[in-house]
């Protein structure tokens, strides 16, 4: 199972790198699926399948067919297109790359050093305790990510229609 997570971790970082540099927002949209199944690889790998499949319905399922819409609805041009290609020049990656050079050595030190006192229990988390924790004590965090994805929407939508408004 070791194997396993180190590969579809090592998908993931391709497909994330590939979602970063691609210029085509459609691509890098299918590349961000990707990146999202090997996350949830990982998860299955790590023996939390709940995790791994709700990795798959909310964010590779439910989010990703909404980005696919807003896409289509903004129908971005020639001129997005050489926007980001400006945006990809080595300046814009130098912050970036900084902030993602800390959390690799944090992450390599944390693989590495000498395991700590405290140890995880390992207990299974069934789906009815996740269901009675988002749906009880945290029901205004669920409803505020629900509203927050509506609004969202709305404005991409509104925004599109506009753009289409001044071409006709």
């Known amino acids: 199972m070791e194997y396993a997570f180190y590969f579809s971790a090592g998908v993931a970082v391709a497909a994330t790198l590939m979602v970063i540099t691609n210029t085509r927002a459609v691509h890098a949209l299918l590349y961000l699926v990707t990146s999202l199944l090997a996350v949830s690889m990982c998860f299955f790998s790590l023996g939390a399948p ?59 030190y944390v693989l590495f050093s000498a395991p700590s006192s405290g140890t995880v229990t390992g207990a299974a988390v069934d789906a009815k305790a996740v269901g009675f924790a988002l749906f009880g004590p945290y029901i205004l965090a669920v409803e505020l990510a629900a509203m927050m994805l509506l609004a969202a929407m709305v404005t991409a939508f509104h925004i599109g229609r506009h753009e289409a408004k001044e071409i006709a």
Request: charged share 10%; net charge negative; glycine share 14%.
């Open 50 to 108: 709940f995790a791994g499949v709700l990795e798959i319905i909310v964010y590779a399922g439910a989010i990703m067919v909404l980005f696919v819409f807003v896409v289509m609805m903004l129908n971005l041009g020639e001129g997005s297109e050489r926007q980001e290609r400006q945006w990809l020049s080595v300046r814009g990656w130098i912050g970036p790359g900084i902030l993602s050079g800390l959390l690799l050595a944090q992450l390599l």
